[in-house]
């Protein structure tokens, strides 16, 4: 039991932290990744809900596997992957439907997805600043 307690008084701190800490954060990043525009809807924004289609992947060995897999290994941190595709092929989709589902499952497995759209970032003339200082 006491080790129970401990460990709730620790999820607790977690909650509690990272809510204050990153509740703005997480609403933004909520309210970006659940509206897209498509082909389709070019003028105005669809719900990723209700348009997504899951996918299958494959790693460079050609082994396939369902997004769900890929998303659960992110939860658990055994995960480090690059995505890529031709344009229009659903990178940016799949991105933004990891992030919400991480977002919307964050007690159960307390990691804070940084979802950053390379085409948002304004580059420096700099060539030794951070990708760190060009995010912040």
């Not at 800490?21 to 609403?27: D, I, R, V, W």
């Amino acid at each position: 039991n006491l080790a129970r307690a401990a460990g709730k008084r620790k999820y607790d701190e977690f909650v509690a932290t990272y809510t204050n800490a990153f509740s703005s954060f997480l609403q933004l990043s909520l309210h970006k990744c659940s509206q897209v525009k498509t082909l389709l809807n070019q003028e105005a924004s669809v719900d990723l809900d209700s348009i997504y289609v899951s996918s299958h992947l494959s790693y460079l060995e050609g082994e396939q596997f369902a997004d769900s897999v890929l998303l659960d290994n992110l939860k658990t941190g055994s995960a480090n992957v690059a995505i890529t595709g031709l344009a229009g092929c659903g990178k940016s989709m799949l991105m933004k439907w990891m992030a919400l589902s991480l977002i919307r499952t964050i007690p159960n497995h307390q990691r804070i997805p940084l979802f950053i759209e390379i085409r948002d970032l304004v580059w420096s003339s700099d060539e030794n600043e951070s990708l760190e200082n060009i995010i912040f």
